[in-house]
């Protein structure tokens, strides 16, 4: 496997690292205890600067509730449907996704789009000139 291929294999397993612990809530610390790692370790891994081992990334699909190949999805050869797979497997932004989470309790749509036009609102807003 070529330099630029495997490491861009361990940013994409790193991020999906990042995405499955803040989607539980849990701290690199957390996850570094579970590893009996140091927390920069994990953030090494997130980062995709170091690479994973195998029986690393077995300890953390248990700790996540996923199987294995989930840290791989993205990079199977054969583009997958983005339609399929959830939006939220795909960020690490912490704020994002509170804001996911926020907007998916929302039950009556008018408080949905409520939402979402304050959001537009806000983005326009800051992008205007002074």
Same mark, same amino acid.
């Given at each position: 496997? %070529? /330099?630029?291929? %495997? ?21 690199? /610390? %957390?996850? =570094?205890?579970?590893? !009996? ?21 077995? #300890? ?12 791989? !999805?993205?990079?199977?050869? #054969?583009?997958?449907? $983005?339609? /399929?797979?959830?939006? /939220? ?12 989470? =926020? ?19 806000? =983005?326009?807003?800051?992008? $205007?000139? #002074?």
């Amino acid at each position: 496997m %070529a /330099t630029d291929q %495997a490491k861009a294999v361990d940013i994409a397993v790193g991020r999906r690292i990042r995405n499955l612990r803040l989607r539980k809530h849990l701290s690199q /610390t %957390a996850v =570094a205890e579970h590893l !009996n790692l140091t927390f920069q370790q994990v953030q090494k891994y997130e980062k995709g600067q170091s690479r994973i081992s195998s029986s690393q990334l077995f #300890k953390l699909s248990e700790l996540f509730g996923v199987s294995v190949d989930s840290f791989f !999805n993205d990079l199977h050869s #054969k583009p997958r449907s $983005r339609v /399929t797979k959830s939006v /939220t497997d795909q960020i690490t932004d912490r704020q994002l996704l509170r804001l996911i989470r =926020a907007y998916e309790q929302l039950k009556p749509r008018s408080l949905k789009n409520a939402l979402l036009q304050l959001a537009e609102q806000m =983005a326009q807003h800051q992008t $205007r000139p #002074k």
